[in-house]
Each structure stands twice: as C-alpha cells, then as structure tokens.
C-alpha cells in the first residue's frame, strides 16, 4: 500500500476503486496516509469517492449480468449473502446502494443490486453519496474537519 500513496491522488485513485471491488482492499490506509502527508483534503476525498464510486458501479454492472453461478464463481459471492439481501432490496429499493460503502457487505449490496435489476440511476446516486460520506465521517473520526 505503501507504492500507492508514493503515487499521490492517482494511487489513492486505484486503492478506493479496489476497495470497492470485490478484491480485499482498504483505501482507508492510502487515504490517511496522504492526508497526514499534507495533501489536499478535499482533493483526497474527491479523488477517493470517485475511485470508490467506480468500483462499486462496476460491481453493479457485473451484477446485471444476472447469472448467479457467475457471480459466485468469480466475485466469489456466497449464494447465501445474495439471498439474504434479496429480501432487503425489494423492501427499500434501489437507494439501498446507499450503503455499499460498508465494509464486508458493500460489495454485496453493490453486486445484488445490479443483479436484481436496481435502476442504475438512482444506484449511482445513492452510491455516490454513501462513498461521499464515507470520506467524511473518515476524516471527521481524525479530527480533521468540523
């Protein structure tokens, strides 16, 4: 994680999009790293919530390619996980996405929705506004802002 922060936003860039993929990844760790470094923070946070963003997106268009045996296969998603979401996206709908940015389930939440046919506008909203905050209450735990 080190090599990534030496790349400044463009690594920061590349470790929030793995973490929101299904590749086990903290961009936290790159995120403060620079930050404590003296970058810009909210550079940093728009550098990161948009990497985040992506990543989630792209589990969501995975997602909507709506096999399950491949999902399973190759994001290495339990048919379980997607099952108990299952009941979770029919009950809140698509703002559900909102919460991808949780660690262990986000990916699950991003992968379901693309594959139970959430309408990918409001999913990316709602994901995009959850990898904000993620940023924020980041940055808000070190002291940083507020």
């Not at 994001?75 to 660690?103: I, N």
């Amino acid at each position: 994680m080190g090599d990534l922060a030496e790349l400044g936003y463009l690594g920061l860039f590349i470790a929030s999009f793995l973490a929101a993929t299904v590749v086990p990844f903290s961009s936290e760790v790159v995120f403060s790293g620079l930050l404590f470094g003296g970058l810009d923070p909210w550079k940093l946070i728009a550098v990161a919530t948009l990497g985040n963003w992506l990543g989630g997106m792209s589990c969501y268009y995975l997602g909507r390619l709506g096999k399950l045996e491949w999902i399973e296969k190759f994001l290495r998603v339990k048919r379980e996980k997607l099952e108990k979401f299952t009941q979770y996206l029919h009950k809140y709908g698509d703002w559900f996405a909102f919460f991808s940015f949780l660690p262990g389930v986000g990916d699950v939440i991003a992968v379901a929705s693309g594959y139970f046919r959430c309408r990918s506008w409001i999913v990316a909203i709602s994901m995009l506004l959850g990898k904000f905050a993620r940023y924020i209450v980041w940055m808000y735990f070190h002291g940083l802002i507020f």
